[in-house]
C-alpha cells in the first residue's frame, strides 16, 4: 500500500522567492499531478515509520451492513457507564478486502456525535488495521456520506449550466482554479512558513485576475474590478493588522488553531497571520463580486453615452455601489453569525454578563471578521467606480 509521508522538517525561505516557489510548486503539480509535493523528500523518521507499517498497514474502506446478527441493550460497564451492544456482519466495498464479509461489534453509549445505531442497508466507513499474524482488526468509523456530497455537487454544476449556459461553464472552470490555488498553492506554501498576510494578497490577486479574465476577457471593467479589489482586499487587512494588534488577539479562539499548536511538525505557525489571511479569503468571494458589479454596470452606462463626463460616470457607479453595499454586507456578517449560533446560545443559556462576552478573545474574533471583511466591501465601491471611470474616460 502506498504512503505518502510530509517531511517533519521546517523550512526558512526567504520571502523575496515566494513568486518563484509558487511557480515551482505550481509545474511540480502538472507535471506530476499524482504527487504532493511536500511529500517529496524522504527523512529518517519517516522511514523508521515506513518500517513500522510495514508490520501493521491501516487504512479505511467502505462497507455495506447485510445483516444484524445480536443486539444487547442495557449493559452495565462499570463506573455508572451504561451501553448497547451490536454485532453486524458487513460487507466489505473498497479496499484489499472488497467482496469479504465480516462480524463487527461495536458499542452504543448515546452519543450524538460518536455512537452509531446501525441497520440493514447503511453504507459505513470502515477502520481497517491489518498484522502479518492474525485476523485483521475492524472497527466503524462513522457513517459514509460521499454519495450525498457527490449529489450535492452534481446538482451545483448542473444549475450553473442550465442557468448560466456558457458563463456557467466559465464559472465551473474559475471555481476549479480558485480551489487548486487555495488547496495546492496556499496552504503547502503556509506550511513552508511563509507569511499568510502577503500570501493570501497574492492569492486574491491571482485568483480575481484569473475569475475576471476568464468571464469578461482583458477589458477595462476587468482591469478596474481587479485592481478595486485589490485595494479593498488591502483595507480589510490593515485594519485586521490594527485591531488584532492593539485587541491582543491571540488567533487561537477556534478548536482547530488549538490542534495546530500540537500538530507534531516542526513548524512554528503565525496564528495571528492565519486569522488575517482567514479574514482575506473569507471576503474575497464578496469583495470580487461588487467590484465586478459596479465596473460592469459603468461600461454598460458608458457604452450607451460616451459623452458623459467623469463626474457624471463616477456618480453613476456610487449609485449602483450603493445599492449593492446594504445586502452584500449582510451576506457577510450573516455567514458569520450562522457559524457562531451554537457559542451565541451557549453564552445567553449559561446567562454570562455581557462584559465577559464582548471581552471574549472568540467573539472579538468573529466581529474583527465580518467587520474588516463588510469595511472592505464597502470602500471597494468608491475605488473601484473611481477607478473605472479613470479607466473609460483615458481610454
Do not use: C
Not at 232 to 258: C, K, M, N
Request: aromatic share 8%; no cysteine; net charge neutral.
Amino acid at each position: 500500500m502506498l504512503r505518502i509521508w510530509i517531511s517533519t522538517h521546517h523550512y526558512s525561505l526567504p520571502h523575496h522567492s515566494l513568486l518563484r516557489h509558487t511557480a515551482i510548486i505550481l509545474l511540480l503539480f502538472w507535471l506530476f499531478p499524482h504527487h504532493n509535493a511536500l511529500a517529496m523528500s524522504t527523512t529518517d523518521s519517516a522511514l523508521a515509520q515506513d518500517e513500522a507499517y510495514a508490520a501493521l498497514q491501516h487504512y479505511q474502506a467502505l462497507g455495506r451492513v447485510t445483516a444484524i446478527l445480536e443486539e444487547v441493550k442495557g449493559i452495565d460497564y462499570g463506573a455508572q457507564l451504561v451501553g448497547d451492544r451490536q454485532l453486524v456482519e458487513i460487507t466489505i466495498l473498497s479496499g484489499p478486502l472488497r467482496g469479504s464479509s465480516v462480524e463487527v461489534s461495536h458499542t452504543y453509549f448515546g452519543h450524538p456525535l460518536f455512537d452509531l445505531w446501525v441497520k440493514p442497508g447503511d453504507r459505513l466507513v470502515l477502520s481497517i488495521s491489518e498484522t502479518l499474524s492474525g485476523p485483521p482488526e475492524i472497527g466503524i468509523s462513522g457513517y459514509a456520506r460521499d454519495r450525498y456530497l457527490y449529489v450535492l455537487i452534481g446538482l451545483f454544476v448542473l444549475m450553473l449550466l442550465l442557468v448560466g449556459g456558457r458563463q456557467g461553464i466559465k464559472a465551473i472552470v474559475t471555481l476549479g482554479l480558485t480551489l487548486f490555488l487555495i488547496i495546492k498553492v496556499l496552504l503547502p506554501l503556509l506550511l513552508l512558513g511563509y507569511p499568510p498576510v502577503l500570501l493570501a494578497l497574492l492569492i486574491g490577486l491571482l485568483v480575481s485576475t484569473l475569475t475576471f479574465w476568464i468571464i469578461s476577457g482583458w477589458t477595462v471593467k476587468s482591469a478596474a474590478a481587479i485592481l478595486g479589489t485589490l485595494g479593498g482586499l488591502t483595507v480589510a487587512a490593515l485594519l485586521s493588522i490594527v485591531v488584532v494588534h492593539f485587541a491582543r488577539l491571540s488567533g487561537l479562539s477556534g478548536e482547530e488553531e488549538q490542534m495546530l499548536l500540537h500538530l507534531g511538525q516542526d513548524i512554528q505557525f503565525d496564528f495571528r497571520g492565519l486569522l488575517l489571511a482567514g479574514i482575506l479569503i473569507g471576503a474575497l468571494g464578496a469583495v470580487m463580486d461588487v467590484a465586478m458589479s459596479i465596473a460592469s454596470a459603468m461600461q454598460e452606462v458608458h457604452d450607451k453615452n460616451p459623452r458623459l463626463r467623469f463626474a457624471e460616470l463616477y456618480r453613476s457607479g456610487l449609485s449602483v455601489g450603493r445599492d449593492i453595499m446594504g445586502t452584500m454586507s449582510n451576506t457577510l456578517i450573516l455567514a458569520y453569525t450562522g457559524t457562531s449560533i451554537p457559542l451565541l446560545l451557549l453564552l445567553i443559556a449559561h446567562e454570562k454578563p455581557l462584559l465577559d462576552i464582548v471581552n471574549t478573545d472568540f467573539l472579538l474574533t468573529e466581529v474583527l471578521r465580518a467587520m474588516s471583511g463588510s469595511i472592505g466591501l464597502i470602500l471597494v465601491i468608491p475605488l473601484t467606480a473611481l477607478l473605472t471611470a479613470l479607466l473609460l474616460k483615458r481610454r
